[in-house]
């Protein structure tokens, strides 16, 4: 399985971006998507996640912010980021669980400026 992010970029507070992540290969069995971020020098952090059923939850900081959306067909899952705030600057990355594996893409960069 591979995943493909995209749409990082830089963005100034206050404004808006989009991600999306496509997975590849073998995803049979697959329960899950999600996005993380790291910021510099901090742990990986859960952002918000879905199921295949579209049952979505989000980490406290992006609650009524971001939205996290999926299209099962394409194995793609997306990332809606309104209302930018700096603290919001990390590499984004996402991940597929299928069965009992986890599976990360290679993450893109979110940079907002104050």
């Known amino acids: 399985v591979q995943l493909q992010a995209s749409g990082g970029g830089l963005v100034q507070a206050g404004g808006s971006l989009g991600l999306s992540c496509a997975a590849s290969?073998?995803?049979?069995?697959?329960?899950?998507m999600a996005w993380y971020h790291q910021a510099p020098g901090k742990q990986r952090e859960l952002v918000a996640e879905i199921t295949t059923g579209g049952f979505s939850a989000y980490a406290d900081s992006v609650k009524g912010r971001f939205t996290i959306a999926r299209e099962n067909a394409k194995n793609t899952v997306y990332l809606q980021m309104n209302s930018l705030k700096s603290e919001d600057t990390a590499v984004h990355y996402c991940n597929i669980r299928v069965g009992q594996y986890l599976y990360w893409g290679q993450g893109t960069l979110v940079t907002v400026s104050s």
């Open positions: 290969g073998s995803t049979r069995g697959n329960n899950g």
